[in-house]
């Protein structure tokens, strides 16, 4: 069974910061790469960050800079350090494997960048 619960979003003003997390289930979780994907309103549902189970991190030219993905294996947890926000980081985030599983997608957790 795999599941992926997230997270950590809220309200925030421009320029603040959020910690997203995700909890997984699965026991072979340190082999997966995983990463976080957000969805905003009518829009198609993008990876903005990766991580492979060695560590090695990608990002979203959007985000990059800004965005942090980490992953504890021991804990089966991934988290996105979310600095700097834009309004255009508004989204739903949702965590999963990459690449990913349609059938596993979690409820995901909203931020929302706003004044």
């Known amino acids: 069974q795999v599941q992926f619960v997230e997270s950590g979003g809220g309200l925030v003003q421009p320029g603040g910061s959020l910690k997203l997390s995700c909890a997984t289930s699965?026991?072979?979780?340190?082999?997966?790469?995983m990463g976080w994907y957000r969805q905003a309103p009518e829009k198609q549902r993008e990876l903005v960050a990766g991580?492979?189970?060695?560590?090695?991190?990608t990002y979203a030219d959007s985000v990059k800079g800004r965005f942090t993905i980490s992953r504890d294996n021991a804990k089966k947890t991934v988290y996105l350090q979310m600095n700097s926000l834009k309004p255009e980081d508004t989204a739903v985030y949702y965590c999963?494997?990459?690449?990913?599983?349609?059938?596993?997608w979690g409820q995901g957790t909203q931020v929302t960048v706003s004044k």
């Open positions: 991580i492979t189970g060695g560590g090695s991190t």
């Open positions: 999963n494997q990459v690449p990913y599983r349609s059938n596993y």
């Open positions: 699965g026991s072979l979780f340190s082999i997966y790469g």
